[in-house]
């Protein structure tokens, strides 16, 4: 399967072209990083859930996730970001 085959069936992101990948993927890993490590860390753990046990066990662990991140100053500001349509201050690191 090619890469634009690959993106058309929605198995990928994005492509780039071969010259671009490293600085593609700084970028991407930079994006990241900008995020909460709390949630970061719990989007993680329910995607290497779902790899073992199933689709089933990452989805639980999405969900326990959901559950205790919602409290968290991060969930408020993202949030208030959102509804003011701004960009999220992750200053609760």
């Given at each position: 399967?090619?890469?634009g085959?690959?993106?058309?069936?929605?198995?990928v992101s994005r492509v780039v072209p071969d010259e671009a990948v490293i600085?593609?993927?700084?970028?991407?890993?930079?994006?990241?990083a900008a995020?909460?490590?709390?949630?970061?860390a719990a989007a993680k753990r329910a995607v290497?859930?779902?790899l073992e046990p199933g689709l089933a066990a990452g989805l639980a662990e999405e969900r326990n996730a959901f559950?205790?991140?919602f409290g968290?100053?991060?969930?408020?500001?993202?949030m208030?970001?959102?509804?003011?349509?701004?960009?999220?201050d992750w200053r609760a690191r």
């Open positions: 399967m090619s890469a085959e690959a993106l058309a069936r929605g198995l600085e593609s993927a700084i970028a991407i890993g930079g994006q990241i995020y909460p490590r709390a949630a970061v290497n859930a779902a559950f205790a991140l968290t100053d991060e969930q408020r500001e993202g208030a970001a959102f509804l003011e349509k701004r960009q999220p």
